[in-house]
T-cell receptor
Framework: KNEVEQSPQNLTAQEGEFITINCSYS?????LHWLQQHPGGGIVSLFM???GKKKHGRLIATINIQEKHSSLHITASHPRDSAVYIC???????????FGEGTQLTVNP | GAVVSQHPSWVICKSGTSVKIECRSL??????MFWYRQFPKQSLMLMAT?????????EQGVEKDKFLINHASLTLSTLTVTSAHPEDSSFYIC????????????FGEGSRLTVL
């Protein structure tokens, strides 16, 4: 069993739909990161969370430390949101990250 | 926001040659940088942790003599793939931890290596 599991692996949505990507982890963490990777490969850090909820534009990230679960929500999805979304946890023992497998999101116009 | 620059963004080399990839933090100091490797359709795998002024810490299974890491300053870490072989073809990405220890990580754009 992976230490970080994401679901779904693939997600196809229509423009405007509300999207949720889930991340569960099994280790103790100091922070959880949501990352976005576009087809070219470059990675953008979307959120770093240690508790509660953060919002940036149409993106919302939540984390429940007790349940070891985080969700990334995209409101009013757009084709430009199409990318791979990766959950990564920063273990309490240091700065290294453990990555989930990623969720491939495709938003159709 | 903070920027991490990787260079080159892509490189093609012959088998047996060495390739150096640079990772620079452009507007902040990074005491720690990380090097990752990503094969197609797979997630990132941590190769090593690079600390300024000291030897890198390599993950299990990563050959330190093959993947040489140097972190000579607070803004630059380099990864050298020595005697590259086709199986080293991959996407290499670095990330930098801001020295202010906010825990924020900033990622480079990645470097795609193809070994012929």
């Amino acid at each position: 069993k992976n230490e970080v599991e994401q679901s779904p692996q693939n997600l196809t949505a229509q423009e405007g739909e509300f999207i949720t990507i889930n991340c569960s982890y099994s280790v103790g963490i100091s922070a959880l990161h949501w990352l976005q990777q576009h087809p070219g490969g470059g990675i953008v850090s979307l959120f770093m969370l240690s508790s509660g909820k953060k919002k940036h534009g149409r993106l919302i990230a939540t984390i429940n430390i007790q349940e070891k679960h985080s969700s990334l929500h995209i409101t009013a999805s757009h084709p430009r949101d199409s990318a791979v979304y990766i959950c990564a946890v920063q273990e309490t023992s240091g700065s290294r990250l453990t990555f989930g497998e990623g969720t491939q999101l495709t938003v159709n116009p | 926001g903070a920027v991490v620059s990787q260079h080159p963004s892509w490189v093609i080399c012959k088998s047996g040659t060495s390739v150096k990839i640079e990772c620079r933090s452009l507007d902040f100091q990074a005491t720690t940088m990380f090097w990752y490797r990503q094969f197609p359709k797979q997630s990132l795998m941590l190769m090593a942790t690079s600390n300024e002024g000291s030897k890198a810490t390599y993950e299990q299974g990563v050959e330190k003599d093959k993947f040489l890491i140097n972190h000579a300053s607070l803004t630059l870490s380099t990864l050298t793939v020595t005697s590259a072989h086709p199986e080293d073809s991959s996407f290499y990405i670095c990330s930098a931890l801001a020295a202010a220890n906010t825990g924020e990580l900033f990622f480079g754009e990645g470097s795609r290596l193809t070994v012929l």
